[in-house]
């Protein structure tokens, strides 16, 4: 029972250890729930649509994290998958250090052609597993300038 105890309190230690050190390298980090919101939430514009293909605006900011350091985070990515009419948001950060073009704004996040319709947004917190609703948006051509 004592080894097994040990072995488990090692692994939580190790992995607790990594996950600060990858932060303080400005390795790419998947943010998760509770530092999305600690750095003010995250939210969602409209759909909007350039050359036939939608994009989410995606309003998180990591501007707090360390400014005015080499550990300052920037928001590299975000990204998209849609699941029936669920747009399941992915965030990615890193340091100012290793992308000093990235800002502390998240960029829009492509969705590509999905039909018209309502969607619901949850942002995907990867190291749980686990969906966060962020909003809703509707696709519709019918509100997309020039039609």
């Given at each position: ?9 090692t692994a939580?230690?190790f ?11 400005g390795v790419v980090t ?11 939430g995250?939210?969602?514009d ?8 939608y ?26 998958r ?16 290793n992308?000093p ?6 960029p829009?996040?492509?969705v ?5 319709g ?10 749980k597993?686990?969906k966060?609703?962020?909003g809703?948006?509707?696709?519709s051509?019918?509100?997309v300038?020039?039609?």
């Open positions: 029972m004592k080894q097994k105890t040990f072995l488990i309190l939580f230690l992995s607790s250890l990594f996950t600060l050190s990858a932060s303080a390298w998947k943010p998760n729930w509770k530092f999305v919101n600690s750095m003010g995250i939210s969602v409209e759909l909007e649509m350039i050359d036939g293909i994009y989410l605006p995606v309003k998180m900011s990591v501007a707090s994290y360390k400014p005015g350091t080499k550990s300052e985070m920037v928001c590299t990515n975000t990204s998209t849609v699941a029936g009419k669920m747009i399941w948001v992915y965030v990615r950060t890193d340091s100012r250090k992308a073009r990235a800002s502390a704004q998240c829009k996040a492509k590509g052609i999905i039909p018209d309502k969607y619901r947004v949850l942002y995907v917190d990867e190291t597993d686990e966060y609703p962020i809703e948006v509707e696709a051509l019918a509100n300038e020039g039609n």
